[in-house]
């Protein structure tokens, strides 16, 4: 940790830190203790994957964590969902420009494979408008939607509800991302009546990396994409069918299950206070709006991101002079998400930072002072 306490870090949509100390305690310990994974290493007093569904089931709204298969990351519940779906050539998926790369490369496939693609265009703050969701649904009528709950670029939050209620209405499956949404909003699964939703465990959960997984609703079976030992009723030749093994082969991230779970924990003792990290956030977005930079600003519902754009600079020299000059550390160019930047205008992405529960007002000031330098540096060589 040494050094670390003079950095900013503002690239928490990336995965998140500073980590509850709890987290690497957990995550230590569990490495120093006899494995007990799932029953493969032959010790079973205490199955952390168990308790850790558990605990998700409540935050993913969910009555069933069985229905819950945990894997190394919400790319891993991505590409089990899309390609373990039961899909035919001439099927058709919809879709948004908003995706991140764990869904777009994936669908590039299934394009491969007959299968036709729709990408909708969002907003110029990445939101999906419904009426534009509404019509492309009646007209497609898709068999699988894809949609992301909250843009890791913007931060804009879709209705999930409404939108997954409309792909319904004509008979479509709903895969939700909700890789930037859980841990900072409500997310209710039942209540939406969505069908899927991969989620990762290193963001606003503020577990280890290495973590995530998939929930598929009850009645719902997926053809499994990665095949291995599950530890029990090995004598099958395929996977056994009940969830959560139905999904989950070989061996899990024991150590950092532990450490999600006691993340898990900590957060239930220590409430989110999110009016205080939203109030940073706009507070940086008036900021960097009155020193002249271009701010994207959808209204809420949003996470703690914030994308801006220096007229005059690439987004990428930006982000080397703030890590370089000033120690903070962000995030700059397509963000994993390049069709969206054609919605956005920004062609050469944009420069993000991502706060969390950590974040504090200093910080931001920081970013403000050293945004008013380069600016200040680009009026003189004018």
Known sequence: MKGY??????????????????????????????????????????????????KL???LGVSSPERIALGSNSTWGLNQAVFGFPLEPGDRVLTTKAEH?????????????GIQVIYLDVDKTGRLEPEVWKTAVRKYRPRLCVLIHASNVTGAV????TLTAMAKDVGAAMLLDISQSLGW?????????????AFTGHKYL??????????????????????????????????????PLHLEAGTGNEPSYHGLLAALQWAEENPLDREKTEEILRYLKKGLRDLGCRVIQPEPPVTP??????????????????????????RTGLHCSPRIME??????????????????RADADRVLEAVAAMCGDQMEET
Request: hydrophobic residues 35%; charged residues 20%.
């Open 206 to 243: 503020l577990g280890p990396q290495g973590t995530g997984g998939l929930y598929v609703r009850p009645g719902l079976t997926l053809d499994p994409y990665v095949l291995g030992g599950t530890g029990v009723k090995s004598n099958l030749k395929e996977m056994p069918e009940e969830m």
């Open 158 to 161: 879709n209705d999930a509800e």
């Open 57 to 59: 089931s409540a935050l």
């Open 185 to 197: 909003i409500s997310v209710e699964m039942e209540k939406w009546g969505a069908d899927m939703a």
């Open 101 to 113: 790369n764990a869904v777009l490369r994936p669908l590039y496939r299934l394009e491969k494979q």
């Open 305 to 330: 991101v914030l994308s801006f754009t220096i007229p005059g600079w690439h987004p990428g020299e930006v982000g080397d002079i703030l890590s370089g000059s000033y120690d903070i550390i962000c």
């Open 343 to 360: 919605n956005l205008g920004t062609p050469q992405g944009t420069i993000r930072l991502s706060l969390s529960r950590f974040t504090k």
């Open 5 to 54: 306490e003079q950095k900013v870090y503002l690239n928490n949509a990336a995965t998140s830190w500073p980590k509850p100390d709890c987290v690497a305690l957990a995550v230590s310990q569990a490495l120093r203790s006899l494995p007990g994974d799932a029953g493969r290493g032959g010790i079973r007093e205490f199955d952390v994957f168990d308790q850790v569904r558990k």
